[in-house]
Nanobody, 123 residues
């Protein structure tokens, strides 16, 4: 039974930092492509970052490049999204997703999804 559980939600001031966690069960994160997505009210879900299962390559949306970092901890079977220099536009529900297929990139076509965690950037 594949399950993804996000955590790390919070309210942070502009310019601040936050780390989201995506704890996996029922599968090993090393063998799945993992993506982070977000959805703001009234907007479509957009891809933020992903990490490849084949070689650990990472990809980022232009809007977060240089500010967000995705990483994988095999021992904890968890994937993280470290977010810094946060902006009000980063406010959204953040989801992690997993798929056996590598190469989906930032397309929201992953098979397995977490329930989401809220990130609010506001002064």
């Amino acid at each position: 039974h594949v399950q993804l559980v996000e955590s790390g939600e919070g309210l942070v001031q502009p310019g601040g930092s936050l780390r989201l966690s995506c704890a996996a069960s029922g599968f090993t994160v090393d063998y799945y492509a993992i993506g982070w997505f977000r959805q703001a009210p009234g907007k479509e879900r957009e891809g933020v970052s992903c990490i490849s299962s084949s070689d650990g390559s990472t990809y980022y949306a232009d809007s977060v490049k240089g500010r967000f970092t995705i990483s994988r901890d095999s021992a904890k079977n968890t994937v993280y999204l470290q977010m810094s220099s946060l902006k009000p536009d980063d406010t959204a529900v953040y989801y992690c997703a997993a798929d056996l297929r590598d190469g989906l990139g930032l397309r929201a076509e992953y098979d397995y999804w977490g329930q989401g965690t809220q990130v609010t950037v506001s002064s």
